[in-house]
């Protein structure tokens, strides 16, 4: 079985997209291999539609735990891939305390820069 961790499009979004749960703008989803469950089929689908509509898609490795949506910043993190999604940046650049608005504003590669440079240099 894969577990996901999706993050929305719409920064801090608490509510249900597709099925599925989010709190402050992420949730978890279990996918089988094997997709002989219904409701893990199902998960399956809302996967595919996430994948589809620019949500943050990644596989998490069970024995490593989520990190707390709502934790404080404590610039220990580091940063995505200078190719990840533009939600996966908004929301790393919130818990690095940019302003929600203010990180929704920029493009993914100018908040890539604004942080890889930063970390580079």
Same mark, same amino acid.
């Given at each position: 079985m894969a577990k996901f961790r999706i993050r929305t499009p719409v920064l801090g979004f608490t509510g249900v997209s597709a099925g599925v749960n989010f709190t402050n703008g992420v949730a978890e989803l279990d996918v089988p291999e094997d997709r002989a469950e219904d409701q893990? @089929?199902?998960? &399956? @689908?809302?996967?595919?539609?996430?994948?589809?509509q620019g949500y943050g898609v990644e596989e998490i490795d069970e024995q490593v735990p989520a990190a707390d949506p709502l934790s404080e910043p404590d610039g220990s993190d580091k940063p995505p891939a200078r190719s990840a999604s533009k939600a996966d940046w908004v929301t790393? &650049?919130?818990?690095?305390?940019?302003? &929600?608005?203010? &990180?929704?504003?920029?493009? @993914?590669?100018?908040?890539a820069e604004r942080f890889l440079d930063t970390k580079e240099g």
């Open positions: 893990l @089929r199902y998960n &399956a @689908r809302s996967l595919a539609y996430f994948r589809s790393y &650049a919130v818990t690095q305390g940019v302003d &929600a608005d203010e &990180a929704d504003k920029l493009t @993914r590669d100018q908040l």
